[in-house]
């Protein structure tokens, strides 16, 4: 049966350069749309991203809310592209402090940005409350890329009663580790918002690092799925003492066996 799915995505080939994760970012969305079924695609829009090469524009209907996080109001900014070979639509998260000013993770001198933690909630506030705007109501949220971590706890608390995600089921792809230093000390507090709270996170470090973003992703998903051979041990030894279905890795012919693991959840 058809399904709405929608893909939160840390990066996507052709906007940013080749990686495990960018051409997963590309690859997941357009195979599970040509099997039929209706997707939505979001992804930061990275300052290293080329906007007139990749034909970005803003969608002004969607733009102009202000985010708070940490006490600060952030504007957002939604830009959006198709992938013309793919006909995949993508729609950019974009702030002028956390995204289109920066690099991607690391800065020019390759050390991870100071409020990757910040930017990481300012993303995943911005892709549920676009969705919401957009009247969208997702059967599935597929999250691919440790900035989206935070979006299987706002599914299941602060956003659980709104009606585009009362029904939601979240899977988390899991990947290698390309998130070099620890989250902004103030990360726990950042992520309250509405029933998110941060007494939610006393079980975790008190400082995230990629494994514990791993195991905060995995606590609040409906399911986990290994999309890397680089997966952390750790992590999938953690998801599998969940009650929750477990997909091993595919390998490259993943479309089908994503398509069963949808099915199953």
């Given at each position: 049966?058809?399904?709405?799915?929608?893909?939160?995505?840390?990066?996507?080939?052709?906007?940013?350069?080749?990686?495990?994760?960018?051409?997963?970012?590309?690859?997941?969305?357009?195979?599970?749309?040509?099997?039929?079924?209706?997707?939505?695609?979001?992804?930061?829009?990275?300052?290293?991203?080329?906007?007139?090469?990749?034909?970005?524009?803003?969608?002004?209907?969607?733009?102009g809310m202000n985010l708070i996080i940490d006490d600060t109001d952030h504007p957002l900014i939604i830009k959006v592209a198709t992938i013309v070979q793919t006909r995949v639509q993508v729609?950019?998260?974009?702030?002028?402090?956390?995204?289109?000013?920066?690099?991607?993770?690391?800065?020019?001198?390759?050390?991870?940005?100071?409020?990757?933690?910040?930017?990481?909630?300012?993303?995943?506030?911005?892709?549920?409350?676009?969705?919401?705007?957009?009247?969208?109501?997702?059967?599935?949220?597929?999250?691919?890329?440790?900035?989206?971590?935070?979006?299987?706890?706002?599914?299941?608390?602060?956003?659980?009663?709104?009606?585009?995600?009362?029904?939601?089921?979240?899977?988390?792809?899991?990947?290698?580790?390309?998130?070099?230093?620890?989250?902004?000390?103030?990360?726990?507090?950042?992520?309250?918002?509405?029933?998110?709270?941060?007494?939610?996170?006393?079980?975790?470090?008190?400082?995230?690092?990629?494994?514990?973003?791993?195991?905060?992703?995995?606590?609040?998903?409906?399911?986990?799925?290994?999309?890397?051979?680089?997966?952390?041990?750790?992590?999938?030894?953690?998801?599998?003492?969940?009650?929750?279905?477990?997909?091993?890795?595919?390998?490259?012919?993943?479309?089908?066996?994503?398509?069963?693991?949808?099915?199953?959840?």
């Amino acid at each position: 049966m058809a399904k709405k799915i929608l893909f939160i995505n840390q990066e996507i080939v052709p906007y940013v350069p080749d990686s495990e994760l960018a051409l997963m970012g590309k690859a997941v969305p357009q195979a599970i749309q040509e099997n039929g079924h209706e997707i939505r695609t979001f992804m930061p829009k990275w300052g290293n991203i080329n906007e007139r090469r990749g034909q970005l524009h803003e969608v002004i209907r969607l733009s102009g809310m202000n985010l708070i996080i940490d006490d600060t109001d952030h504007p957002l900014i939604i830009k959006v592209a198709t992938i013309v070979q793919t006909r995949v639509q993508v729609y950019f998260i974009d702030n002028d402090d956390y995204f289109s000013k920066r690099q991607m993770i690391q800065n020019e001198e390759g050390n991870d940005y100071a409020d990757n933690g910040e930017r990481a909630i300012f993303f995943a506030r911005g892709v549920l409350e676009t969705v919401k705007k957009l009247r969208w109501v997702p059967d599935i949220i597929h999250v691919q890329g440790w900035m989206g971590a935070v979006v299987p706890l706002y599914i299941k608390t602060a956003y659980h009663e709104e009606p585009s995600f009362a029904n939601t089921k979240v899977v988390t792809s899991l990947f290698a580790n390309n998130l070099k230093s620890d989250l902004d000390p103030n990360f726990k507090r950042c992520v309250e918002f509405r029933e998110a709270k941060a007494d939610m996170l006393e079980k975790y470090k008190d400082t995230f690092d990629f494994q514990e973003l791993g195991k905060l992703a995995i606590d609040y998903s409906d399911g986990v799925i290994a999309a890397s051979e680089d997966v952390s041990k750790d992590l999938l030894k953690y998801a599998a003492g969940k009650d929750i279905p477990v997909l091993a890795f595919p390998g490259e012919d993943f479309s089908a066996a994503y398509e069963e693991f949808y099915e199953k959840i």
